[in-house]
């Protein structure tokens, strides 16, 4: 990876690509290797560096959409469970099989989560990474050290896929570089460029490093700028109304002390109502 090589690709303002990609995280990412790999001149401009947005900072779950099903969507399930399965098969070095344990402290929780998981373990069919199972109280409390023993009656063990997402990202840069495509970090699309017809033909992008502004001339131009969406689509439509609501999640980094598990601890439901995990990351929790 030669940035200097890549900026020599973008230097000729009358070169037309045939997509420009606008952020580098998982999804534009994804967008240009699928681009690239189908014969397209394909450049993937990034504002920071790769996967520096949410794409770096996932709970690192390549979930088969356990939470998909209790919302009832089964397709979406089916859909995750496929893509998971596709992620072990491409990525074998950044997947890794997860086991997760929820604690059960009373008998609806225990039917609930031994027949979902089951439901979930059916619907992933040959792409399962294992089946779910309910353990005692002994061995949930030796699996999940500091879990409340308090009416505790057992634990569901089920199996889902781990990853390194800004590993994947850089796979995923590289892959596209190896095929052809020009994907440069530190490149930011400061405005965008219109034919006649007043029809997006381009962008503007500034190599942050040193200020030099370079005009792109793409047939298509994709919009995967995550969260920024709404400033991208700002720049064709200055009056363009928000298209997304964002949603938060935070993570809290912990000594591997504080959870020393191999196993990772799921709460379907805290008392105000959100998802909790603890996840075994490196020497961390
Ligand atoms: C708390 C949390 C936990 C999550 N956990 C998981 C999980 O465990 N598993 C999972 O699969 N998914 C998870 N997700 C979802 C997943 O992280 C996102 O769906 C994914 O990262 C979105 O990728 P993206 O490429 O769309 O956005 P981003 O990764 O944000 O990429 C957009 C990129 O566009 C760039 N950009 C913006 N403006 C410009 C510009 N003008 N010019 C050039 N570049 C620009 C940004 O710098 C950024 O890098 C989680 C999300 C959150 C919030």
């Given at each position: 990876m030669n940035r200097q090589d890549q900026l020599k690709q973008i230097a000729d303002p009358s070169f037309l690509w045939d997509i420009l990609v606008i952020g580098g995280g998982a999804t534009g990412l994804g967008i240009a290797l699928d681009a690239v790999t189908r014969g397209y001149k394909t450049l993937l401009v990034e504002?920071?560096?790769?996967?520096?947005?949410t794409s770096s900072r996932s709970t690192k779950l390549v979930h088969g959409g356990v939470r998909y099903l209790a919302q009832g969507d089964v397709k979406l399930v089916r859909e995750a469970s496929i893509e998971r399965g596709r992620l072990c098969r491409n990525a074998p070095h950044l997947v890794k099989n997860q086991t997760f344990i929820i604690p059960i402290y009373n008998q609806w929780d225990r039917l609930k989560y031994t027949i979902g998981l089951k439901v979930y373990d059916w619907i992933s069919g040959k792409l399962t990474l294992g089946s779910s199972v309910f353990i005692s109280r002994k061995k949930t409390i030796e699996a999940l050290?500091?879990?409340?023993?308090?009416?505790l009656l057992g634990g569901v063990l089920y199996h889902d896929g781990q990853f390194d997402d800004s590993r994947l990202a850089i796979n995923l840069v590289q892959s596209i570089l190896e095929k052809g495509g020009c994907a440069i970090n530190y490149?930011?699309?400061t405005g965008l460029l219109k034919n006649k017809e007043g029809k997006i033909d381009g962008a503007i992008v500034e190599d942050?490093?040193?200020m030099v502004k370079y005009g792109i001339k793409a047939k298509v131009v994709v919009?995967?700028?995550?969260?920024?969406?709404d400033d991208i689509l700002q720049m064709d439509n200055a009056a363009a109304p928000k298209s997304i609501c964002v949603s938060q999640g935070v993570h809290i980094v912990l000594d591997k002390k504080f959870f020393p598990s191999s196993h990772a601890l799921m709460i379907p439901e805290t008392s105000d109502g959100r998802v909790l995990f603890a996840v075994p990351w490196h020497d961390k929790v």
């Open positions: 504002q920071a560096d790769f996967a520096k947005g050290p500091g879990v409340k023993a308090d009416g490149t930011k699309v942050t490093e040193t919009n995967a700028t995550g969260v920024f969406v």
